[in-house]
């Protein structure tokens, strides 16, 4: 488990784009951006995404060495702070201690996805633990 860390997940109401190219400027490193509408058709879909929003950010990653930083825009944003979910990421190999964090997380709270392997290739799943704090998990090696 010495792979495995908790990451922020920052979620903006339509203004990520711009938050997440402040954050590299401030912080340098890496950052990658995808849209709503690069996302498959299928997903899209499944989400009942409005064509208007294709251009909003689906996910965003920035890495600079010392921790990582991720964030999208979304309508469970406040309009006046991000909303703040946090995100474990761990590689396949601890799958299974992975898996025992998740269920721990979910036990007197609400699993609002379960893990399933993504159209990205890794294992991901969203819960809010009983003290009402969202967790989201990524097991896999995209992540890295």
Known sequence: ??????????????????????YKSVFGGELTMST????????L????????RYGEIMHAHLKNGAFDLLGSDS??????????????NGPSADEAAMKEIFDKLA?????????????????FGMVTDKFNVDWMMNIGDSME
Do not use: C, R
Request: charged share 30%; aromatic share 8%; hydrophobic share 40%.
């Open 107 to 123: 036990e007197g709270g609400k699993v609002g996805m379960p893990l399933a392997k993504q159209f990205w290739g890794d294992t």
């Open 1 to 22: 488990m010495a792979d495995i860390k908790v990451v922020p997940y920052l979620f903006f109401k339509g203004n990520a784009k711009e938050a997440m190219e402040f």
């Open 45 to 52: 879909d499944q989400m009942k995404m409005e064509e208007s």
């Open 75 to 88: 309508k469970i944003a406040s309009d006046h702070a991000a909303k703040v979910e946090l995100s474990i």
């Open 36 to 43: 709503v509408g690069e996302s498959p058709k299928e997903v």
